[in-house]
């Protein structure tokens, strides 16, 4: 038998037709899980130029904590050629400078570098320590909305909060968060194809250029955060490319935004549909809202897998992988393998040692959790607060046509009791928020509640 028929062989055994990508994927997302834990927990997949695919939890979790396995994106064809974490590799921007996302398309030593860097922003003492500010924003986004009995969950607040947070955290102006907000969003569901594309794309190009202009502004007149942690980062000594820098950059505002945006709205858009539940979680809040946050993810998945590229022949999990070939991790299947997770297709409130796969694991664990978590929970209590009897609009909920990349929501629009405004709207709070943040500097922030 000839090495290429073994190589065949060794795929065609585990033959899985896997396309995330398509309409239909999302629909019959538990039906192609459970025939997969059933029939292939790893399987090979010719979509997408061929790869394989990790769908059982013990698979993923041995498979991501494998030294074997490279995340590096050689967008310059400098090193071995390898592309990333996006299966497929998506399409790059003529008119844009190559950039690859930042760490999480780099292998150790250079990504702990960064990751070094950004830790202390981002310990869970250093974000309880915004909570109050966290508790502003959302204020006055339900605030601008709070007399008129209707909210788009989406628009209104759950991509409003995270990224007005997370400029906070990386010391840009507070205002600007629209600049951000948009491209990213839009970013995620716009496929190349779309009519809306090319303004997509600017924007994209406008939000880059307002970054780099920025990382450069702090450079000169240094304030804390995670573009300053960024600047001073040092590699053997030198400081890191700027282009690298954009990228780490990029990513945390891909990381940041609309993943926790995803899980907020779908979250909300099941607590509508399931009242008794709601008013459990809202009611017991003290008991339940850890272990309802880590369920809302486990179900949900925001971020439903990442790619790899096998770095070295290895056997892992009773497969022989070889060097160069690519691999799609899948959280959300993991995340509903029965075997760790009994009755994995309900939402379980109250679920114990609920030890899901929704922000990875390994060494490109996501830094963000912390700040994922306490996002999410200040939104959650500030609707279940303020709008108590909710109720959303099934016929105008969008939810992203694929979810190939993010889970997400476009629109989550509700009605509500209208009820009376706490204090100023978003602008205005933006403004005294940004004032508290510059002379709170350079300490971690810690702001009032009643500024
Ligand atoms: C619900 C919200 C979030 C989810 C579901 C999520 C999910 C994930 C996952 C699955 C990974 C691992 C990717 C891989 O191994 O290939 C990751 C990494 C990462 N996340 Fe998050 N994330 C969330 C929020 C955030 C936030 C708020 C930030 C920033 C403030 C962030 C920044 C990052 C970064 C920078 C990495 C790369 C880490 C590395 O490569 O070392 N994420 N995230």
């Not at 590096?72 to 064809?77: F, L």
Request: proline share 8%.
């Amino acid at each position: 038998m000839s090495a290429e028929e073994v190589i065949d062989e060794r795929k065609s055994v585990r033959q899985f037709e896997f396309e995330r990508h398509a309409p239909e994927y999302r629909p019959n997302f538990e039906a192609i899980t459970r025939e997969m834990h059933r029939t292939c927990p790893v399987a090979w997949s010719d979509t997408y130029g061929g790869h394989w695919v990790a769908a059982g939890n013990r698979e993923v979790f041995d498979l991501a904590r494998s030294p074997h396995l490279s995340n590096d994106r050689d967008v310059h064809g400098e090193r071995r050629g390898y592309e990333g974490v996006y299966v497929p590799t998506p399409p790059m921007n003529p008119k844009a400078p190559v950039v690859r996302g930042g760490f999480l398309e780099m292998d150790p030593p250079e990504q702990q570098a960064y990751r070094q860097a950004l830790n202390p922003y981002l310990s869970p003492a250093a974000i309880n320590r915004w909570i109050p500010f966290l508790d502003e924003v959302a204020r006055a986004c339900l605030d601008e909305k709070i007399d008129t009995g209707r909210i788009d969950f989406v628009d209104d607040l759950a991509n409003i909060v995270p990224a007005v947070f997370t400029l906070a955290l990386m010391g840009i102006p507070l205002r600007k968060w629209s600049v951000y907000c948009e491209p990213a969003h839009a970013l995620i569901y716009t496929p190349p194809a779309s009519p809306d594309s090319k303004r997509v794309w600017r924007a994209a190009m406008a939000m880059g250029a307002d970054l780099y202009t920025t990382m450069l502004e702090i450079r000169e007149t240094p304030r804390p955060g995670l573009i300053d942690a960024l600047n001073n980062l040092r590699i053997d000594g030198q400081p890191a490319p700027d282009i690298e820098l954009v990228g780490a950059l990029n990513l945390i505002i891909g990381g940041g935004f609309d993943t926790t945006t995803a899980l907020t709205a779908h979250s909300l858009e099941w607590l509508s549909e399931h009242p008794a539940e709601r008013a459990a979680l809202s009611g017991d809040r003290e008991v339940l809202l850890d272990s309802a946050t880590e369920e809302f993810l486990r179900y949900f998945t925001p971020a439903p897998g990442d790619g790899r590229t096998i770095a070295a022949d290895c056997t892992i999990a009773g497969v022989d992988f070889r060097e160069g070939e690519r691999l799609w991790l899948s959280w959300a299947m993991a995340n509903r393998d029965p075997s760790l997770f009994p009755d994995p297709d309900t939402v379980d409130l109250g679920r114990r040692g609920n030890r899901h796969f929704s922000f990875g694991l390994g060494i490109h664990r996501c830094i963000g959790s912390n700040v994922a978590r306490n996002v999410f929970k200040r939104m959650l209590l500030a609707v279940f607060d303020r709008m108590p009897d909710f109720h959303c609009d099934a016929a105008g909920a969008v939810h992203y046509d694929t979810v190939g990349v993010i889970n997400g929501m476009k629109h989550l629009p509700a009605d509500f009791t209208p009820g009376p405004r706490l204090g100023p709207g978003l602008d205005e709070t933006l403004d005294a928020l940004q004032t508290v943040c510059d002379e709170q500097r350079p300490a971690a922030p810690v702001v009032r509640s009643d500024s």
